[in-house]
């Protein structure tokens, strides 16, 4: 039987080839349980990759191990691995900040040749202290603002470059957990009915897992991504603005890095909004979470 291991105090320094599991409980505080399965190869050792799941708790992201504390044995095909190492809940897999790679194995799945910039900012930090972290885990994040800026690619035939697209992501749980999703895509009116159409299949075939029940608004609607600076806005609905860390202190302190993009990214970056509110639409509650460092910018 392999074992899992239960982790409760914090290590500084990055574990490869690690599977965590939270019993109950978001943080440390609440304890952490962890499977050393070890790495392939030299190779697989040097990508600074840990795989995050769950089983009947939640699913936090940890980019460091955490040292054991005590042991326990309990059985690993209890839980909901596929073959990627990702939980089939939409587990997590935590890259190294900047790191350039893929950050979502499970969401690779029906993918396209779209590709563009991408901004994306929850209602609870992606980066923070531990504590912080644990705080506000159980009362936020349970929303997201995803914001697509297409430069090039197609789907179904449809050339897509140059649409833009936000989606307003909610759950009735942290969006780290298995929750029940239901998202609002919005895109502008002026779209071609066959671009739009293109679109919306594109992202139900390639980000359906992590957007749930997927509705359709028109609005206008704006993604703007100018070195550092972000801006996104939904008129009258949502606004966002705010700036990559310039810093980089993500990539200094990746052990406090909680979460990550919900789609595909490379060389995703944490980022600091100075706005960031969703007024509600419909079945969407209202909310607003700024002045955090709870947003990234990638490409995707």
Not at 11 to 37: E, H, N, R, W, Y
Request: net charge negative; aromatic share 6%.
């Amino acid at each position: 039987m392999k074992t899992l291991l239960i982790v409760a105090a914090l290590a500084t320094a990055g574990f490869v080839g690690m599977k965590t599991v939270d019993c109950g409980g978001p943080c440390f505080l609440s304890g952490v349980i962890a499977s050393i399965i070890g790495c392939e190869d030299d190779a697989a050792c040097d990508t600074g990759f840990a795989p995050v799941g769950t089983s009947g708790g939640t699913s936090v992201g940890a980019t460091g191990a955490r040292l054991a504390a005590m042991t326990t044995d309990i059985p690993l095909d209890d839980i909901p691995f596929d073959s990627t190492g990702v939980n089939d809940c939409g587990g997590l897999i935590v890259e190294p900040c900047c790191s350039g790679s893929l950050s979502r194995a499970d969401m690779l799945v029906a993918s396209t040749s779209v590709h563009g910039d991408y901004v994306e900012a929850r209602s609870a930090a992606v980066f923070a202290g531990a504590c912080h972290v644990n705080g506000e885990y159980d009362l936020t994040g349970r929303q997201a603002l995803l914001a697509f800026s297409i430069d090039g690619g197609s789907h179904d035939g449809v050339d897509l470059t140059g649409v833009e697209v936000v989606v307003s992501v909610s759950s009735n749980a942290n969006l780290a957990e298995c929750g029940d999703r239901t998202s609002v895509a919005y895109l502008s009116p002026d779209l071609d009915e066959a671009v739009a159409d293109a679109t919306v299949a594109w992202l139900r075939a390639t980000h359906g897992e992590a957007l749930g029940r997927l509705h359709v608004a028109p609005a206008a609607i704006e993604v703007s991504l100018d070195g550092d600076t972000f801006a996104v806005s939904i008129d009258g609905t949502a606004t966002l603005t705010g700036t990559a860390l310039e810093d980089r202190a993500c990539c200094a302190m990746p052990e406090n890095i909680w979460y990550e993009p919900l789609i595909a990214t490379t060389g995703a970056v944490v980022g600091k909004s100075d706005t960031c509110r969703f007024e509600g639409d419909g079945a969407l509650d209202a909310w607003t979470y700024q002045n955090q460092n709870n947003a990234f910018v990638a490409r995707f």
